[in-house]
């Protein structure tokens, strides 16, 4: 049995980062809605409050009693969680004078407490509450503070447990991964056991039992996650497994037929299926994003389904759902705040049972899991690239000659990156088709043709991004290279937007 650390969610826009460090730690965690506590699970060995968006004594702030958890399992609040067990036990919460937010330093460490072994005094941490813990009930004691915040930390007198008004999953705390080493491992007694190849091994056994000789369709879009999927799921039933490969039309250029050979190679059942005629008629005259977006996840499930229905005594359907999608599409509060592609709709249109053999992972670790089962960089290192892919970067109407703009000027910046070593330098890259044409002049004429965006930017998570800071003379060559070889291009511009306020995509 897979021991496990179980994260409670309060809303915190951090909650996936503390679950990303504890698996950095190769201990496997979840995170699951403050409410929702696996009191059955006899695997749980330690519990984390995540911080929350609310303050401990908001009408509306999501209270939780500790009934069952405290004293039976280690427990860490963080930030909100730190002050929620305060504030339960007759600790005082109050604002702050002012929001106390960015870089603080630990001025007074507690060297004896086991939360804090091998962090030094002066220690750089990262604050961001509004709310500051004033006093704490009578049987905790301050463990760390801060110059301006006395009770940075504290723990619960002579009981497993600590809270944390810092938040030692960013960054910015530079001792935040020994805090949190310090927890998972040696109070909690995590054994530090998980690993790629131990999720492939146990993964693999789980599927076999879970679909024995049933058939199974998977939807292969190109991208890391259904990859990784498909081939794990390969690797488990074989034979039964079928892959649906749909070409709306708006693929980068030649990657249908580039993708179609990869999975070929790794030895896939795949099934290619061009169905870009029925995209581009019913797209045409469309410029609303969201509307793009509705119509081509419809067309999808359309296709999708007529290919699935022609394979005979089909149970299952596979997707390639990470644990980003599942959590951004339910809130804690169970109402959808972000639909995703891979979450809801299709099964029960199709009235297949769901496999999602990576729900659990996150994408570094589909990544990982993808580099044990031998899959080649090309396809686990590629960028993220958005399902409705080119529809989204044609600012406008899309038509075939725009696609094909848009596609020869995207080859030329992405083969370039590569070219140049700077591919893995960044999180995702592509070109936009803005919806302007522009005055040029090309040898003795004067033209009057498109102009585009190169968009690059860096990030860990893609909750933010930071614009790639490109050398300039890698984007001279590529404004170059662009405008003589792409017919109907005479300008091209970079993206220096950050998100937020930006997005990473421009629709």
Request: with cysteine.
């Amino acid at each position: 049995m897979q021991e496990k650390i179980i994260i409670l969610d309060f809303g915190s826009q951090t909650t996936q980062l503390i679950g990303r460090r504890v698996r950095e730690l190769n201990q496997y965690c979840e995170i699951v809605p403050y409410n929702k506590f696996p009191h059955d699970d006899p695997s749980v060995i330690g519990v984390i409050l995540s911080g929350s968006p609310f303050s401990v004594y908001d009408d509306k702030a999501f209270k939780l009693s500790l009934d069952g958890i405290r004293g039976k399992y280690p427990l860490l609040g963080i930030c909100y969680g730190a002050q929620l067990m305060a504030y339960n036990n007759g600790g005082t919460v109050e604002p702050a004078g002012s929001r106390e937010y960015g870089r603080a330093h630990l001025s007074h460490i507690d060297q004896e407490d086991p939360l804090f072994h091998d962090i030094p005094v002066g220690s750089q941490v990262w604050m961001s509450h509004g709310d500051t813990i004033t006093s704490l009930p009578e049987n905790f004691h301050i463990i760390a503070s801060t110059d301006k915040v006395k009770i940075a930390a504290y723990r619960a007198n002579d009981e497993k447990l600590w809270g944390v008004q810092f938040h030692p999953e960013v960054y910015h705390s530079e001792c935040g991964m020994q805090l949190l080493r310090n927890f998972v491992v040696d109070i909690c007694g995590g054994k530090q056991d998980w690993s790629a190849a131990s999720f492939i091994e146990t993964t693999v056994a789980q599927l076999k039992e879970q679909l024995g000789d049933d058939k199974v369709v998977l939807g292969l879009s190109g991208g890391v996650d259904s990859s990784v999927a498909a081939v794990l799921l390969n690797r488990a039933i074989g034979k039964n497994l079928t892959c649906i490969f749909v070409d709306h039309g708006l693929l980068r250029k030649n990657e249908f037929r580039d993708v179609m050979r990869d999975y070929e190679g790794l030895g896939l059942n795949v099934i290619g299926v061009d169905a870009s005629e029925k995209f581009f008629s019913e797209l045409a005259g469309v410029t609303e994003p969201e509307r793009k977006r509705k119509i081509i996840g419809k067309g999808f499930i359309d296709v999708f389904d007529e290919e699935a229905h022609k394979i005979k005594d089909v149970k299952w359907l596979a997707q390639g759902t990470i644990y980003p999608d599942c959590i951004e599409s339910l809130s804690i509060t169970g109402t959808t705040i972000k639909s995703h592609h891979n979450v809801g709709g299709l099964p029960e249109k199709m009235n297949l049972k769901l496999c999602e053999p990576l729900r659990l992972l996150f994408k570094d670790e589909v990544r990982a899991v993808g580099r044990e089962l031998g899959m080649p960089d090309r396809l686990i290192k590629r960028h993220p690239f958005p399902g409705p892919g080119l529809a989204v970067r044609i600012l406008g109407d899309i038509t075939r000659e725009k696609v094909r703009i848009l596609q020869d000027a995207d080859d030329i910046f992405i083969q370039g990156l590569r070219d140049s070593g700077l591919y893995d330098q960044v999180w995702q890259a592509g070109v936009i088709l803005l919806p302007a044409q522009s005055v040029g002049v090309m040898g003795d004429e004067r033209t009057y043709e498109r102009a585009v965006a190169l968009r690059a930017v860096t990030s860990t998570d893609a909750m933010t991004a930071d614009w790639a800071h490109l050398p300039y003379e890698f984007l001279a060559k590529v404004s170059t290279d662009i405008i003589n070889k792409v017919r109907g291009v005479n300008r091209v511009t970079y993206d220096i937007s950050s998100k937020p306020p930006s997005t990473i995509e421009w629709e």
